[in-house]
């Protein structure tokens, strides 16, 4: 089954000073790695959710497939809230979601998450005791999660709601969860 990828990289990153997407860490723009990581892990198509300085974004990476989030001042919901609709009439399966600022997430934990990927699957990544990025919504999904995200709280509700359902795959042995908020923190990890 063919998972899409969609990476959230719309908000202004108002603690970084600059739009995340536009950030170089590690040899490299932010939006970029996020998308490589995604090919990488096996996604079909990628698609970028952006906002805020969205020519700028366009521009610095242009080879990339970008979905604008003109209401991307309201949160992280409406940015995947544009990236479902964006793959509405992609033949994919499901969505792995990744944010834009958390470049540990590597190819090989977006491709565990997605392994065993149905219509029906809701998984995301499990960090020891924490729950990650990325995220996977089964197609079955998207509509819900579309109608119960709200601010920053992107997923989080609907995957709550349905934590019967919800696989954690562990994929801390492979990756990180660590989010690029500020310029020291990206010096601390660079």
């Known amino acids: 089954m063919e998972i899409a990828g969609l990476v959230l990289a719309a908000g202004a990153g108002s603690r970084y000073g600059t739009p995340k997407a536009l950030v170089t860490f590690r040899g490299g723009l932010l939006?970029?790695?996020?998308?490589?990581?995604?090919?990488?892990?096996?996604?079909?198509?990628?698609?970028v959710v952006i906002g805020a300085e969205a020519d700028r974004v366009r521009a610095a990476a242009p080879e990339l497939d970008f979905a604008e989030n003109p209401r991307w001042k309201s949160g992280m919901a409406s940015s995947l809230r544009a990236g479902l609709a964006a793959l509405r009439d992609d033949p994919a399966g499901a969505a792995m979601v990744l944010l834009v600022d958390m470049p540990g997430v590597t190819p090989e934990s977006v491709r565990r998450i997605g392994r065993d990927a149905t219509p029906a699957t809701l998984a995301m990544g499990g960090y020891r005791e924490?729950?990650?990025?990325?995220?996977?919504?089964?197609?079955?999904?998207?509509?819900?999660?579309?109608?119960?995200?709200?601010?920053?709280?992107?997923?989080?509700?609907?995957?709550?709601?349905?934590?019967?359902?919800?696989?954690?795959?562990?994929?801390?042995?492979?990756?990180?969860?660590f989010d690029l908020d500020t310029p020291e923190q990206a010096a601390r990890h660079g």
């Open 130 to 177: 924490r729950r990650g990025h990325p995220v996977l919504l089964g197609r079955e999904h998207w509509a819900g999660v579309a109608a119960s995200a709200t601010g920053d709280r992107g997923a989080r509700d609907y995957l709550r709601a349905n934590d019967g359902r919800l696989r954690v795959i562990p994929v801390g042995d492979v990756a990180d969860d």
């Open 31 to 47: 939006v970029r790695r996020a998308a490589q990581t995604l090919t990488a892990g096996g996604c079909g198509r990628i698609v």
